[in-house]
């Protein structure tokens, strides 16, 4: 699946077109830490955080505290399957190239933001022990997958220049989704647990 990268993931890696794209990643994980810190700021600026806490943490992707297990794990399914859902058909266009990094800046935006309204609600150590899971889990299933977006939106982009290049699989990309919504319902349900732990023991 993250084999034989094309030339543009790879030339941004320093590495040959069969090598992970290690450039890549960390310019896109660089961009979802620069989402995070930015919706961060923006909730202190603005002072989103005394107008309400549903609003920023139904679109973060963060369980409300005290919902159950069946609303934590929904929660947590449904927001990283939109994502995954929304890579992928940015993947179908000849600008996924673009979309990729725009979409981890924006969800990394609407973290931070549902982070700093989830620390207002609770003490500072106790959601960062039962969220912290998820979240990274949530992350870098988005970060693997956006890297196979952008090989496919680099064969794609290739493709229409030259008809005579590398064959596009449309069935290959449809498996890595499913296979990364599959990794999200583990990671979803992992996070639910560990959430729903938190509240019968604390």
């Keep these: 699946m993250l084999?034989?990268?094309?030339?543009?993931?790879?030339?941004l890696s320093g590495k040959g077109a069969g090598g992970f794209p290690r450039g890549l990643f960390c310019a896109l994980f660089l961009g979802?830490?620069?989402?995070v810190a930015c919706g961060a700021f923006c909730a202190g600026r603005l002072?989103?955080?005394?107008?309400?806490?549903?609003?920023?943490?139904?679109?973060?992707?963060?369980?409300?505290?005290?919902?159950?297990?069946?609303?934590?794990?929904t929660t947590l399914l449904l927001?990283?399957?939109?994502?995954?859902?929304?890579?992928?058909?940015?993947?179908?266009?000849?600008?996924?190239l673009g979309l990729v990094p725009l979409l981890l800046l924006l969800k990394?935006?609407?973290?931070?933001?549902?982070?700093?309204?989830?620390?207002?609600?609770?003490?500072?150590?106790?959601?960062a022990v039962w969220f912290a899971p998820a979240a990274a889990g949530s992350c870098l299933i988005l970060l693997l997958y956006g890297l196979s977006v952008f090989r496919f939106s680099c064969r794609l982009l290739?493709?229409?220049?030259?008809?005579?290049?590398?064959?596009?699989?449309?069935?290959?990309?449809?498996?890595?989704?499913l296979l990364f919504l599959g990794?999200?319902?583990?990671?979803?349900?992992?996070?639910?647990?560990?959430?729903?732990?938190w509240d019968v023991l604390i």
Excluded: H, M
């Design 3 to 11: 084999g034989e990268w094309d030339t543009a993931g790879a030339s």
């Design 32 to 35: 979802l830490c620069g989402g």
């Design 47 to 73: 002072s989103l955080l005394s107008q309400g806490r549903a609003l920023p943490l139904l679109f973060s992707g963060i369980p409300v505290p005290g919902y159950g297990f069946l609303s934590c794990f």
């Design 79 to 96: 927001n990283l399957s939109l994502w995954l859902c929304l890579l992928f058909l940015s993947s179908l266009s000849l600008a996924g």
């Design 108 to 127: 990394g935006f609407l973290l931070g933001l549902g982070t700093l309204v989830l620390l207002e609600a609770e003490p500072l150590w106790g959601p």
């Design 158 to 177: 290739r493709a229409c220049r030259s008809p005579e290049g590398a064959p596009l699989c449309l069935r290959r990309q449809c498996k890595d989704l």
């Design 183 to 197: 990794l999200g319902a583990g990671i979803s349900l992992t996070g639910a647990g560990v959430c729903f732990l």
